[in-house]
């Protein structure tokens, strides 16, 4: 029986590339100081209740304070899930 004639596949050349810059910036600046700043707030205004013996930051909450300090500090931790 006659062999059947192979086809031969031309060879891939890939399309002629264009340099292209790419930005890689992610355009939130932002988000590290405000994370670092809710940080900060949160640990000054704890370590604030505990020198002044609970007179500041509000006297009125009393041990609130702590749970407002530690808030922040959970907000910082909730802007830090947007950081690229």
Known sequence: MPKSRLRKKSDYTPPPSTTTAVKLSSGRSWVAP????????????????????????????????????????AAGFGVSTQWK
Do not use: C, D, K, Q
């Open 34 to 73: 405000l994370m670092l700043a809710l940080f900060l707030v949160g640990l000054v205004w704890i370590v604030t209740y505990y020198v002044t013996s609970g007179s500041y930051p509000v006297e009125s909450w009393r041990n609130w304070n702590i749970l407002v300090g530690f808030g922040f500090i």
